[in-house]
């Protein structure tokens, strides 16, 4: 064979392993580390927008716990009512942690009898009880969690359809990457 045919096709053998290289990266990324999501509907305005394109982080939840303030992405519950076969992904925020108290006074939430300060949403915002909290508080299990979207008119959310459990959750958004405009980290919220 002659030697500019070898080198040609040498060159093809090696971009073709450097290509398989990188697809093996990145689908280990994917399954393991980081997942891209894609905000749809208006549930988490204003703090985002549909058609926002955040990064998931799939390995914080596995080593640690999930807290209070961190916008998460989790498979929906049977009681979200998504059409079936869909894997129907909702972004929400934590708002209640296990074993805590909640209910809503005043259109607020109130943890273990202390009201939540929301300073990330306008005064504006009007939180009613849904049918989940309308009977009153309730006690997060050993598992649960009280997740609920920050444009509360608009969310389907735990108030709706109760606690969802860790292992629903697909991970803690941490970074925008779309739009242009919005790219950043996402800044974790502080509680009084």
Not at 39 to 64: A, H, R, W
Request: glycine content about 8%.
């Amino acid at each position: 064979m002659p030697k500019f045919i070898r080198a040609i096709a040498s060159f093809f053998v090696d971009i073709f392993e450097t290509l398989m290289i990188a697809l093996v990266i990145f689908l280990v990324v994917y399954a393991l580390i980081l997942e891209p999501h894609q905000v749809n509907g208006q549930s988490m305005e204003p703090n985002f927008q549909s058609g926002d394109y955040v990064l998931t982080d799939k390995v914080s939840y596995k080593i640690g716990e999930p807290k209070r303030g961190d916008v998460v992405v989790f498979q929906a519950p049977p009681a979200a009512n998504c059409p079936t076969g869909t894997g129907c992904e909702f972004i929400k925020r934590i708002i209640g942690l296990p074993h805590e108290t909640l209910e809503i006074i005043n259109n607020q939430y109130v943890i273990n009898s202390v009201p939540l300060v929301e300073d990330y949403l306008p005064t504006s915002i009007n939180t009613d009880a849904g049918q989940y909290l309308g009977s009153g508080a309730i006690t997060l299990g050993a598992d649960e969690y009280f997740v609920s979207g920050d444009n509360r008119p608009y969310s389907s959310d735990s108030r709706s359809w109760g606690p969802i459990t860790k292992s629903m959750i697909e991970g803690r958004s941490f970074f925008r990457y779309w739009p242009s405009t919005s790219v950043g980290v996402i800044k974790p919220v502080e509680y009084n």
